[in-house]
């Protein structure tokens, strides 16, 4: 029985040490579809702005030509990197 407990103990601590894994490819797919709401390729004006809050709070830059807009590939690289995670959908 100790030994179960033990291994249970073990197992549990273990895993509260793994990292959370990045965003998949789905997920940040999934996100730019619900994210460039007029569905013209880019993210501007109001469809970007918490986007572009979330990255300067992480102290990021992937507007990578500083035009105050994120592309589909700026959005994703962003998103894998878990820029977006805390947001609220």
């Keep these: 029985m100790k030994t179960v407990i033990a291994s249970l103990l073990s197992l549990s601590l ?3 040490a793994v990292p ?3 965003a998949t490819d ?3 797919k999934s ?7 007029n569905k013209d390729g880019t993210l501007e004006g ?3 702005t918490a986007y572009l809050d979330a990255i300067k709070s992480k102290g990021k830059t992937y507007d990578s030509n500083s035009d105050g807009k994120l592309t589909s590939v ?3 690289e962003a998103c894998k990197a878990d820029t977006f995670k ?4």
Excluded: L
């Design 14 to 16: 273990f895993g509260a």
């Design 20 to 22: 959370a894994m990045a």
């Design 26 to 28: 789905t997920e940040c």
């Design 31 to 37: 996100n730019w579809e619900k994210a460039d709401a």
């Design 46 to 48: 109001t469809e970007v």
């Design 74 to 76: 700026e959005f994703t």
């Design 86 to 89: 805390d947001m609220k959908s």
